[in-house]
């Protein structure tokens, strides 16, 4: 423990069970001293454990709250604000969803009203986020907001379907608000791009367990797993990262700069050869 948020409020959406990273991070905000509410939908509650965290968090309040609704947004954070006594200082985006993923549909034979969807929870709400924070005058000077982000916005995953769309919207957002809300408060909003996840939603992914284990085998580093992203969030929030805004940093062990990987190569020519072996048989 290093007391990096000692003092410091905030607001950490997305926590659903202990596989969750937003779960991670707020037993880690807890840990560096932090005082924070949690939230998500109504759904999510009933079938999540964040009850369970709020106590391990001493006793954190739980609003729920649809981010995609401005109403349910300005409640959550005016309710923040009365019960942690003020301004908060850090705020975290961790959400996401498509059911055109869940519901199996290919990207070229997409549902589009469940596209909307997909933008509107995943991406859409991290302005609307935003925006009310800033309309309301939310957040310290020097605060920092962070949503959760990955690759696939940059590259083509397969499998990762119009979620890839989704976080390329998310990281714009961040670049666009974040000289808005620097510019004026000195507020920097940053995305942070995970290696692939074995969390509750990003289980649902199509292919997630191979897609994991190449991105290992392809990082210098290994993947980062919840508990690792959430302690480079801590980072994020802190005053030590104080002129970091508008930026997508990848926390992937390194994956998102490598082409080939000796670990990789072998196991994609082992592949050829086991195969060949089948043929001669």
Same mark, same amino acid.
């Given at each position: ?17 202990? %596989? ?9 905000? #807890? ?6 509410? @949690? ?16 106590? +391990?968090? $001493? $006793? ?32 975290? #985006? ?8 869940? %519901? ?6 997409? $549902? ?5 969807? /997909? @933008? ?6 991290? #302005?609307?986020?935003? +925006? ?61 791009? +995970?290696?692939? /996840? ?7 992914? %199509? ?43 990848? #926390? ?30």
């Amino acid at each position: 423990m290093y007391n990096l948020l000692k003092g410091k409020k905030g607001i950490i959406f997305g926590a659903l069970d202990s %596989k969750s990273i937003a779960w991670k991070v707020a037993e880690k905000a #807890h840990e560096e001293g932090a005082i924070f509410t @949690l939230t998500n939908t109504p759904a999510a509650m009933r079938f999540g454990e964040i009850n369970e965290l709020a106590e +391990q968090c $001493n $006793n954190a309040t739980v609003i729920p709250a649809d981010a995609t609704s401005i109403e349910d947004i300005e409640n959550l954070i005016t309710k923040s604000m009365e019960i942690l006594g003020g301004k908060v200082d850090f705020i975290l #985006h961790s959400i996401g969803m498509s059911l055109n993923v869940r %519901k199996g549909r290919p990207y070229d034979d997409l $549902n589009y009203n469940y596209f909307q969807k /997909t @933008l509107d929870i995943s991406a859409l709400s991290f #302005h609307k986020v935003i +925006q009310v924070a800033r309309k309301l005058d939310a957040i310290n000077e020097w605060g920092s907001i962070v949503a959760l982000s990955y690759v696939a916005a940059q590259r083509s995953l397969y499998g990762y379907n119009d979620m890839a769309d989704a976080k390329a919207v998310l990281e714009s957002i961040a670049r666009s608000f974040g000289y808005i809300y620097g510019r004026d408060k000195k507020v920097r909003i940053n995305t942070i791009s +995970q290696s692939p /996840t074995r969390t509750t939603a990003g289980s649902g992914v %199509k292919g997630i367990d191979g897609l994991i284990d190449f991105t290992d085998r392809m990082s210098p580093l290994g993947n980062a797993d919840a508990a690792e992203c959430a302690d480079f969030c801590i980072t994020m929030f802190s005053d030590l990262t104080r002129k970091i805004t508008m930026q997508n940093i990848f #926390h992937d062990g390194g994956f998102s700069n490598m082409g080939m990987s000796l670990r990789a190569m072998t196991q994609y020519n082992k592949s050829f050869d086991e195969g060949e072996f089948e043929l001669n048989e």
